[in-house]
């Protein structure tokens, strides 16, 4: 599983939260501005339901991340190798919160870090503009040779950045659409 997690996130998760004051918003959002973040969990489900999952360390070396622009250009987007010292001390705390709400899983989610600037000095994964995350998983079965692969797309722009929008059949409409798929009227 992964979840991606744009530096705008956080300014939404806390924008009506009266427990935390301004100062601390604009530290969070300062301490990861340029920063896309990937919180990932990978585990091997038995036939019981049981998780095994995988430490930080083997999901590094089963986990890619590559972007899609609205161009239909794909590029690697490495981790970084060294990730700041104040962003790591955030993502530490995010930990304990996720074990309370998931338990096992939320233990075991591992966030890993990416440079959101690319060689431009442009931002790299927009929520708000069209594109999508290929997020690629591999493992290699138990007593075998044999390597699985699982994909998962994140398409943008985020609907949750975005004000709802409603068909004329009263459906929800995502954010990339430009027309209705059930009427094929203009949405505005």
């Not at 992964?2 to 427990?19: K, S």
């Not at 990932?40 to 083997?58: E, I, N, P, R, W």
């Not at 990416?114 to 290929?134: E, F, I, Q, S, T």
Request: hydrophobic share 40%; glycine share 6%; charged share 20%.
């Amino acid at each position: 599983m992964g979840w991606w997690i744009p530096v705008e996130y956080w300014g939404a998760a806390f924008a009506n939260d009266p427990n935390v004051t301004e100062a601390v918003k604009k530290e969070i959002q300062d301490t990861l501005n340029g920063y896309a973040i990937l919180g990932v969990v990978q585990a091997d489900v038995s036939s019981l339901g049981a998780m095994s999952f995988y430490s930080k360390s083997k999901i590094s070396q089963s986990f890619t991340l590559k972007y899609e622009n609205e161009d239909g250009k794909v590029i690697d987007v490495p981790p970084l190798k060294n990730v700041p010292n104040n962003v790591s001390l955030f993502l530490q705390q995010l930990t304990p919160i996720l074990a309370a709400a998931m338990g096992n899983m939320g233990q075991n989610f591992n966030f890993i870090v990416y440079d959101d600037v690319d060689a431009d000095n442009k931002r790299l994964l927009d929520p708000y503009k069209k594109g999508k995350l290929l997020l690629n998983f591999t493992a290699s079965l138990p007593d075998s040779s044999t390597t699985i692969s699982a994909n998962a797309v994140i398409e943008t722009p985020l609907d949750s950045f975005h004000r709802a929008r409603i068909c004329p059949n009263g459906k929800p409409a995502h954010v990339s659409w430009r027309f209705c798929p059930w009427s094929g009227e203009a949405l505005k």
